[in-house]
């Protein structure tokens, strides 16, 4: 397969990214800043809270070291070591804002020390360091990450814990000096006073209350003036899916949509998108953490996919984020490392019916066919259509039990799942529903279970989510997923995604016999996660309905990135939230708009679909 780049046919592009990405030039003077800034923050915090290492032989070699003042402005020290230890991390980024806050802070430190201990030497390295950040200021141009008022909220908390933990060491580090014997609640009064300024009620002597109350004083300010810069700076909203894009990216799911399985779910409204120069291809993202996150194969013309991955690099390298894929196809990972240079490893499997090849006759669908018949027995009876063909009612009442019959406390999905049921633009979804009429109308009527799919193409859907009342029968996903199989040729449908399976082909080689002790170990692990991550369970529910699998693949730049992608995709799947209980939260409103997000019903039980 032939693949030209949009606007370079000359093949020079993949070649220029590898360059920028993993050049070791690109990366090492930041990555030396950061973790000088971090060294030095670290001694200066020490040099601020214990008064020993202020006439140790270590901090005799750290007072040439910028900012670390001794013991002539412990307060000033402190405050220079947790700016720095805040700025540590954004240099190592390539934060622009980070590379400004630093060239103001070292000639501040400079000219302290010089004024402080007239040391030449210190002064010299703190000009050294700020030459270095001003010689190779275009290697710190990265743009701000998203962000909201929350994160005002988030440092106060954070910042508050830690400068009461840091207070009681500070409190505690001169035992003496010390006037009596104060208690621990006693010492934290103090801190508690000392971080607004006011005197608390532990004495000293030999002046070290003042070096003390200095000390949390400044702490105290810290918290203080970065919570307000936080909470008063302009916005930088989280990208998010405009009306345009989304029917841009209707127009290339019509013409190509039958490529990838994962195609509709790039419809997502929480996603931003990056378009080829010609606008034939595009990725979705979502950003986590850091982590540029894609998901599924670019959409598309796969001659202009090189176009869109490109301009999704350049998105990512702009702001210092980690590009990252989930889930792409075997096709899709490929073009991927060809093009970025990035790495891929294999996640797991995607477990794909053919509609004509699927039957209950025969020993493999034995239990599968006598869960359906003794369900059916009972009195169940199944429901399968476009959403097009459902009355406002209905849909508004399957929306509500969906989001009621959720397991968790927040919706997941992210990759697979499209976030939304009934909406006016999502019509040739299909929804398969379970009822039972027992005499007493519920909350949602006779409605027991609800299967969502979405268009995969113009002859094949995609299961969304599976909701059911857990007072019904056992079963009722098995129930609606064969009828939804059995119902599929009426509407057209010719395949059907189902679940994904993490890990499946270790899972399946590590019971077979003859399987080596490292995959029987693997398997282990494996079974013992499924415990919470449903691994296990979801790839022997799949194997249930003789599914063929598709592999899919996470693509990485780096090995030690791959925490951090996993951190950031349980994150973006809601497997790990910082939200607040669902009883604290701001009621959402279920008002529709035109064409837009209706109420949010996403993919609660098809949680390691993924990954």
């Known amino acids: 397969m032939s693949v030209t780049i949009?606007?370079?046919?000359?093949?020079?592009?993949?070649?220029?990214?590898?360059?920028?990405?993993?050049?070791?030039?690109?990366?090492?003077?930041?990555?030396?800043?950061?973790?000088?800034?971090?060294?030095?923050?670290?001694?200066?915090?020490?040099?601020?809270?214990?008064?020993?290492?202020?006439?140790?032989?270590?901090?005799?070699?750290?007072?040439?070291?910028?900012?670390?003042?001794?013991?002539?402005?412990?307060?000033?020290?402190?405050?220079?070591?947790?700016?720095?230890?805040?700025?540590a991390h954004g240099l190592k980024r390539h934060k622009r804002r980070a590379w400004r806050a630093a060239v103001i802070l070292l000639p501040a430190g400079a000219a302290a020390q010089f004024a402080y201990r007239h040391s030449v030497i210190g002064v010299l390295l703190s000009l050294t360091l700020l030459a270095l950040l001003l010689r190779h200021r275009g290697q710190f141009a990265a743009l701000p990450d998203p962000r909201s008022r929350w994160k005002a909220l988030a440092n106060f908390v954070l910042m508050g814990a830690g400068s009461i933990i840091l207070g009681l060491v500070i409190v505690s580090a001169h035992p003496r000096r010390v006037v009596g014997s104060p208690s621990l609640t006693d010492r934290l009064e103090h801190v508690l006073f000392g971080l607004f300024g006011v005197e608390g009620p532990v004495g000293y002597?030999?002046?070290?209350?003042?070096?003390?109350?200095?000390?949390?004083?400044?702490?105290?300010?810290?918290?203080?003036?970065?919570?307000?810069?936080?909470?008063?700076?302009?916005?930088?909203?989280?990208?998010?899916?405009?009306?345009?894009?989304?029917?841009q990216l209707r127009e290339l799911l019509a013409r190509h949509g039958g490529r990838d399985s994962l195609g509709h779910f790039a419809l997502r409204r929480d996603k931003g998108v990056v378009f080829s120069p010609s606008g034939k291809a595009a990725v979705t993202y979502r950003v986590v953490s850091g982590v540029m996150l894609a998901s599924g194969d670019p959409i598309g013309d796969v001659e202009a996919w090189p176009g869109a991955i490109e301009r999704f690099m350049d998105e990512a390298k702009a702001h210092s984020w980690t590009p990252a894929v989930m889930g792409c196809s075997e096709t899709g990972g490929e073009v991927w490392t060809r093009e970025t240079g990035l790495d891929a490893l294999e996640l797991?499997?995607?477990?794909?019916?053919?509609?004509?090849?699927?039957?209950?006759?025969?020993?493999?669908?034995?239990?599968?066919?006598?869960?359906?018949?003794?369900?059916?027995?009972?009195?169940?009876?199944?429901?399968?259509?476009?959403?097009?063909?459902?009355?406002?009612?209905?849909?508004?009442?399957?929306?509500?039990?969906?989001?009621?019959?959720?397991?968790?406390?927040?919706?997941?999905?992210?990759?697979?799942?499209?976030?939304?049921?009934?909406?006016?633009s999502d019509g040739d979804s299909v929804i398969a529903t379970a009822h039972k009429d027992e005499g007493e109308p519920g909350p949602y009527?006779?409605?027991?279970?609800?299967?969502?799919?979405?268009?995969?193409?113009?002859?094949?859907?995609?299961?969304?989510?599976?909701?059911?009342?857990?007072?019904?029968?056992?079963?009722?996903?098995?129930?609606?997923?064969?009828?939804?199989l059995q119902a599929s040729p009426k509407l057209g449908i010719e395949r059907v995604s189902l679940n994904f399976?993490?890990?499946?082909?270790?899972?399946?080689?590590?019971?077979?016999?003859?399987?080596?002790?490292?995959?029987?170990?693997?398997?282990?692990?494996?079974?013992?996660?499924?415990?919470?991550?449903?691994?296990?369970?979801?790839?022997?529910?799949?194997?249930?309905?003789?599914?063929?699998?598709?592999?899919?693949?996470?693509?990485?730049?780096?090995?030690?990135?791959?925490?951090?992608?996993?951190?950031?995709?349980?994150?973006?799947?809601?497997?790990?939230?910082?939200?607040?209980?669902?009883?604290?939260?701001?009621?959402?409103?279920?008002?529709?708009?035109?064409?837009?997000?209706?109420?949010?019903?996403?993919?609660?039980?098809?949680?390691?679909?993924a990954a």
């Open 6 to 87: 949009d606007g370079d046919k000359s093949g020079l592009v993949p070649d220029r990214l590898r360059r920028i990405l993993s050049g070791p030039r690109a990366e090492s003077v930041p990555a030396l800043v950061g973790t000088a800034c971090t060294f030095i923050g670290l001694i200066d915090i020490a040099a601020g809270v214990f008064p020993r290492f202020r006439h140790s032989r270590m901090h005799a070699l750290a007072e040439v070291l910028p900012g670390a003042l001794g013991p002539f402005a412990a307060a000033l020290s402190l405050s220079v070591g947790v700016l720095l230890l805040l700025l």
């Open 445 to 484: 009527g006779d409605l027991k279970a609800v299967l969502h799919f979405v268009p995969w193409g113009a002859d094949g859907m995609s299961l969304d989510l599976m909701r059911r009342d857990r007072s019904a029968d056992p079963g009722m996903n098995e129930l609606l997923i064969v009828a939804a």
């Open 348 to 424: 797991g499997d995607e477990a794909v019916v053919d509609v004509a090849d699927f039957s209950l006759t025969g020993r493999a669908m034995r239990n599968v066919r006598q869960m359906v018949k003794r369900i059916e027995r009972n009195g169940y009876e199944t429901r399968v259509r476009r959403v097009r063909d459902l009355s406002d009612g209905e849909l508004e009442r399957i929306r509500r039990a969906a989001d009621d019959w959720r397991g968790t406390e927040t919706e997941r999905g992210f990759s697979m799942a499209l976030g939304r049921i009934g909406d006016p």
């Open 205 to 247: 002597e030999g002046g070290v209350d003042w070096t003390v109350g200095y000390s949390l004083g400044a702490l105290g300010l810290l918290t203080a003036i970065t919570t307000i810069y936080l909470a008063f700076r302009p916005e930088h909203p989280a990208a998010t899916l405009t009306e345009d894009d989304e029917a």
């Open 501 to 609: 399976a993490m890990f499946r082909s270790a899972l399946a080689r590590g019971e077979k016999l003859g399987a080596g002790p490292v995959l029987r170990t693997w398997r282990g692990l494996l079974v013992f996660l499924s415990r919470w991550f449903q691994i296990e369970s979801l790839y022997k529910f799949n194997a249930k309905f003789r599914p063929r699998w598709e592999p899919r693949f996470v693509v990485f730049r780096k090995t030690r990135d791959l925490p951090r992608i996993g951190f950031a995709a349980m994150q973006a799947e809601g497997f790990v939230t910082f939200a607040l209980p669902r009883p604290f939260r701001r009621r959402r409103t279920r008002a529709p708009r035109p064409c837009a997000h209706i109420h949010p019903a996403s993919a609660g039980e098809r949680e390691m679909r």
